[in-house]
């Protein structure tokens, strides 16, 4: 693959005919936690102001959270984030996509998939990243409740401030709680970011689906991007209001994650507003005439002024329509054949027949997913 086409990734393999990249925003993420983590082998384990009446310790209550811990949510976070872009993978082969790599980083959805103009294939490929952390989320929260956990519930509705014990000294790293409380957690994090109004996050793809059949692509994308800078504007005010209401022992203020997806909604927002460019074919000799004839001169030419506004989109539209109508004449003509087959053998058919048999059967093929090349 061009490197060119994703410059802020780098490859790492190959895995069932694609390419496995890494974001950059991933290791920034993972060294940005790092920098939370803190030593709790030192601290005595006598420390009542440490120990809650369960006898477990709580990180954020010290000034740092431990490195183990740390480690284990990156590698839950890992393995969310990649169940979703496969999903997401497979939903877009279903319906007529293409993709040529895995983009794996902190957020889904930053695989780049090529859809065709076809607002359900976009609509389901949008839900398929927030349905599998609504799933992660569901199966977590049954084994909580499962193993006693009153907890559940703080995790879902305080994300911002979650309340992920870690185990008292001896007490083994990979318990069942405190996985299915990562998960619960961080796939509740991603269910929100996954509904932010922007690209790449799914809110932005199934918010132009359900508009794009209804007023049109064009209209639909700029209404997403007027959304976007709406819920800006509202995430802005909440962590304003929250800023003299943090308690100042926490790592992360809960004004923080607000105002930085304030900040991003505003900017993705903003450079998703689609453009208008204007050529009105003015000669550069024109600047020299009078004032009269000059006004005369842009009177006339704004006539013929020509609105330049997602070209890419409607050449793309035209492509997919051209493609659609050659696949129905030739699903008619496979019919046609099929029919004749029914009185006759195979093998009366001309080499003519037989080929065009074979081209269309490799496509309903690319069209199931089932491609020679994914299988091998």
């Not at 997806?261 to 000669?283: H, M, Q, T, W």
Request: hydrophobic residues 45%; glycine residues 8%; proline residues 5%.
């Amino acid at each position: 693959m061009n490197p060119s086409n994703e410059p802020l990734s780098l490859c790492v393999g190959r895995w069932l005919g694609f390419d496995v990249r890494i974001h950059i925003l991933l290791p920034i993420v993972v060294l940005s936690s790092l920098l939370l983590t803190k030593d709790f082998n030192g601290i005595p384990i006598e420390s009542e102001s440490v120990i809650t009446t369960d006898g477990l310790l709580i990180p954020h209550t010290l000034g740092g959270v431990d490195a183990r811990l740390v480690c284990l949510a990156i590698g839950v976070l890992f393995f969310s984030v990649s169940l979703q872009e496969v999903a997401r993978l497979i939903a877009a082969k279903r319906v007529g996509g293409d993709a040529t790599s895995l983009v794996l980083g902190p957020i889904g959805g930053l695989t780049k998939i090529h859809l065709p103009a076809d607002p359900p294939a976009h609509l389901l490929t949008g839900l398929i990243g927030p349905s599998v952390s609504v799933i992660f989320m569901l199966i977590a929260g049954f084994l909580l409740a499962l193993n006693g956990d009153s907890k559940v519930l703080q995790l879902l509705f305080s994300p911002l401030d979650p309340n992920i014990v870690y185990p008292a000294t001896g007490v083994g790293l990979l318990s069942l709680k405190l996985i299915c409380q990562l998960v619960l957690w961080i796939n509740c994090c991603l269910f929100l970011i996954n509904l932010l109004p922007v690209d790449p996050c799914a809110g932005a793809e199934i918010l132009r689906g359900v508009l794009w059949p209804v007023v049109g692509r064009s209209t639909a994308t700029s209404a997403t991007s007027h959304v976007a800078i709406g819920a800006a504007v509202l995430l802005a005010i909440s962590s304003a209001l929250l800023v003299g209401n943090t308690p100042n022992g926490d790592l992360v203020p809960n004004w923080f994650p607000l105002a930085l997806a304030s900040v991003f909604l505003l900017f993705s927002g903003r450079n998703i507003l689609p453009s208008k460019n204007y050529d009105v074919g003015l000669e550069i000799d024109s600047f020299d005439s009078d004032d009269e004839i000059w006004l005369t001169d842009l009177i006339e030419e704004d006539h013929a002024a020509v609105l330049v506004e997602n070209i890419q989109d409607k050449q793309q539209d035209a492509i997919d329509r051209k493609r659609r109508e050659r696949e129905a004449n030739e699903d008619a003509r496979v019919d046609a054949i099929l029919a004749r087959l029914h009185g006759s053998s195979f093998e009366n058919l001309s080499e003519e027949e037989r080929a065009f048999l074979k081209r269309a059967s490799r496509r309903y093929q690319r069209r199931r997913g089932v491609t020679e090349d994914k299988l091998l």
